[in-house]
């Protein structure tokens, strides 16, 4: 079963601190891997994503660390913010095959109190 | 209009009741999908369309659950003979193409949330 496996499932953190997300998975097939933020009330929308041949990918305050070897990868939230607070989903695709869709962890619920 | 569009918002209906549920996707984006959300869960994929091709349906949960493109345009979704456990939003996705084609992004909806009285 191809399965993305999130943690933590709700985290707070105090504004100014850093966040951490983690993700894992099984198959060695999937290369691209995204992070989606969803703010209550609407659709998920893309923030960032990254594949296997690069270990470390930086926008702004949002990273991704990506650990081929382990079949993990995270997202670190710099310098959070009360605006950050929303639920984040990792994901996974496998390209090539019969799937053409993401495979979504079942989200983190971070809350950035002031 | 700019982005995906999702119709109705809120549902409420009768269990055993039929429902339809439509998406119109951005212009121009030959991949569209569907996905469901149950509250406090994942995104959980139902069924993927990608231009002429045969819709992947691997994801629909039964055969309750049905799903039809126009071309490269709206969608509907339709859920027979509904049951509680069919409540949760329900999220439609589009994009520019096959994902190893683009940058891999997904549109998505604000959902249409469905209660099952």
């Known amino acids: 079963q191809q399965q993305v496996k999130q943690s933590p499932q709700s985290l707070i953190v105090q504004k100014g601190g850093i966040s951490i997300i983690n993700c894992a998975y099984e198959?060695?097939?999937?290369?691209?891997f995204p992070w989606y933020q969803q703010f209550p009330g609407k659709g998920p929308a893309l923030l960032i994503a990254?594949?296997?041949?690069?270990s470390e990918k930086k926008e702004g305050r949002f990273t991704i660390s990506f650990n081929k070897s382990a079949k993990q990868f995270s997202l670190h939230i710099m310098d959070s913010q009360p605006g950050d607070s929303a639920t984040y989903f990792c994901a996974a695709n496998r390209y090539g095959g019969s799937q053409g869709n993401l495979i979504f962890g079942k989200g983190t619920k971070l809350s950035v109190k002031p | 209009g700019a982005g995906v569009s999702q119709s109705p918002s809120n549902k409420v209906t009768e269990k055993g009741k039929d429902v339809e549920l439509r998406c119109d996707p951005i212009s121009g984006h030959t991949a569209l999908y569907w996905y469901r959300q149950r509250l406090g869960q994942g995104l959980e994929f139902l069924i993927y369309f990608q231009g002429n091709s045969a819709p992947d349906k691997s994801g629909l949960p039964s055969d309750r659950f049905s799903a039809e493109r126009t071309g490269e345009s709206v969608s509907t979704l339709t859920i027979q003979r509904t049951q509680q456990e069919d409540s949760a939003v329900y999220l439609c996705?589009?994009?520019?193409?096959?994902?190893?084609?683009?940058?891999?992004?997904?549109?998505f909806g604000e959902g249409s949330r469905l209660t099952v009285l």
């Open positions: 198959n060695t097939a999937f290369d691209y």
């Open positions: 996705a589009s994009s520019l193409g096959i994902l190893q084609e683009n940058t891999g992004e997904l549109f």
């Open positions: 990254i594949r296997p041949d690069v």
